[in-house]
């Protein structure tokens, strides 16, 4: 079975009551939210009517909350793309 995996991308301050309810009943609340929902006429329907704030993917099964949080953190430690020039700074 396929799932929507529907991230709020953008803001829904300022937009008629009518799409921040379809927003919640997708269960958005926050931006940057991932929800993951069926692929069903019923979704795509909601989907469409909010399609400017929200990005869409097809994926073959819901992502636990741990899964999402660890593809969006960023690698531990650092690299220098170019050492700095001209030596000692701050003197």
Do not use: N, W
Not at 1 to 6: A, H, T
Not at 41 to 68: C, T
Not at 74 to 87: H, I, K, M, Q
């Amino acid at each position: 079975m396929s799932y929507f995996r529907i991230t709020l991308h953008r803001s829904a301050i300022g937009l008629p009551e009518r799409t921040r309810g379809v927003l919640a009943a997708l269960g958005l609340r926050k931006r940057s939210q991932t929800v993951f929902h069926p692929v069903h006429p019923q979704f795509a329907g909601m989907i469409m009517k909010v399609k400017e704030l929200v990005r869409v993917e097809e994926v073959d099964r819901p992502l636990s909350k741990k899964e999402v949080k660890a593809e969006r953190t960023p690698e531990p430690g650092f690299y220098v793309e170019r050492p700095a020039e001209g030596g000692r700074v701050g003197l």
